[in-house]
């Protein structure tokens, strides 16, 4: 937070319009060119947009939807809110979704495929695109919804909530799949408080500008037009044309985004990338420490996390050194703990033991801290923490 966004916050209180406006639009416009999708949707959370996504394709109960075991809990959550089974796979070593295990996991039940890119590191998504179009698995797929029958396959959604600005093989998150989600919440790399964007790059026939019309309506409780629209002299009245959901983005949050895109590349981008750096040329010399994955010929992460691990210790010996890092007055996490780790999930029959590459993850996983204030001083501090609480642990 800075000048400018407390700038570009105040010109839009005065300006007279502070819900879903002009700069709200003008927000789509420049995310739309910067992924090179089709067209873009803000919404009030990258959960909102998911779960708008579901709705859209017809996902209901007796359907399926392949989740990876290891993600944030909003990835399964909205599946069960619209009534559908969540299909829980297993990890790869770089913590995003098993490509195999997904293939193992469909059934004629499933409509989607969630990948997570974790920690900002795209998943294998040439792999996930050639597997929903193999003819043995699109003759699996049962469509039932008009979108589904379009489709006429399974839909991949990509939860990317950390990875906006990251790469795949020449081309931004945004444009990888069928369609993508954003998160802009307070903690993400580029923010607006609160916030997200659907990104849609739908194959043909589809009307990507008849499906943001519809989607732009469903976010509003299906309205037919939004305040912007109603202002133009004379086009006071509008329909409801079904019971829609409250999930807009306002001008005051994407007035944030504004300053933030037009500055995320070249400076934003730019530290994040550094301090990784920085963090895997200080562990690179340990040989407990395993560095995360974040950069390779075909892949270029958007530096949100940083996942360091610890080799050949347990779950327990990680808390340990948790501990201690504390001690040393340094805040670190844990991204994430597996779902089916989580009350209500145990509480719905699944068991991490079936999910052994996502536990091992997790089990020795440690979040460093990544922010742009972090100073390179202040990265020697963790560095230091780190090192000097394993030494204590493992001695």
């Known amino acids: 937070m800075d000048a400018k966004i407390v700038e570009a916050v ?32 803000c919404v009030s959370s990258a959960s909102a947009g998911l779960e708008l996504m579901l709705r859209w394709f017809g996902v209901k109960e007796g359907d399926e939807v392949i989740v990876p075991a ?3 809990s909003a990835t399964a959550n909205v599946v069960v809110h619209c009534g559908a ?28 495929i969630m990948p997570v890119d974790i920690a900002g590191y795209p998943c294998d998504y040439d792999e996930l695109n050639q597997l929903v179009r193999q003819p043995e698995i699109q003759q699996l797929f049962q469509p039932e919804s008009p979108e ?5 396959r399974i839909l991949v959604l990509s939860d990317a909530a950390h990875s906006i600005g990251a ?36 194959p043909e026939p589809f009307d990507h500008d008849a499906i943001y019309r519809d989607l732009n309506a469903k976010s509003l409780h299906g309205q037919t037009k939004d305040a912007l629209a109603k202002t133009q002299i004379g086009s006071w009245r509008y329909d409801i044309i079904e019971p829609g959901y409250k999930y807009n983005m306002t001008d005051i949050q994407a007035s944030m985004g504004l300053v933030e895109i037009e500055r995320y590349d070249g400076d934003m981008l730019v530290r994040r990338k550094q301090i990784f750096d920085r963090y ?8 407990w420490a395993q560095i995360p994955e974040y950069e390779t010929g075909e892949k270029k992460s958007s530096y949100h996390v940083f996942l360091l691990r610890i080799i050949g210790i347990t779950e ?16 670190v996490n844990v991204h994430f703990v597996p779902l089916p780790m989580m009350t209500y999930y145990k509480n719905c029959g699944y068991r991490i033991t079936d999910y052994p590459v996502a536990f091992d993850n997790y089990s020795r996983e440690i979040s460093l801290p990544v922010y742009y204030d972090l100073t390179d001083e202040m990265v020697d501090t963790v560095v230091r923490a780190v090192v000097e609480s394993v030494r204590i642990v493992l001695r």
């Open 10 to 41: 105040v010109d839009t209180l005065y300006s007279g319009w502070i819900t879903t406006g002009p700069k709200t639009k003008r927000f789509e416009k420049l995310l739309t060119a910067y992924g090179g999708h089709k067209v873009t949707l």
């Open 70 to 72: 290891y993600t944030y």
């Open 85 to 112: 089974k969540v299909v829980f796979v297993d990890s790869c070593p770089d913590f995003n979704i098993s490509v195999e295990a997904v293939r193992r996991a469909i059934t004629p039940r499933t409509k989607v």
């Open 148 to 152: 589904q029958k379009i489709l006429n």
């Open 167 to 202: 790469e795949y093989k020449g081309k931004r998150t945004g444009n990888l799949t069928d369609i993508t989600v954003y998160s802009f919440h307070a903690v993400k790399n580029l923010t607006t408080a609160e916030g997200g964007a659907v990104c849609l790059s739908l």
């Open 280 to 287: 895997a040329k200080a562990f690179q010399n340990f040989s």
């Open 316 to 331: 327990e010996q990680r808390n340990q050194i948790i501990q201690e890092i504390f001690n040393r007055e340094v805040a």
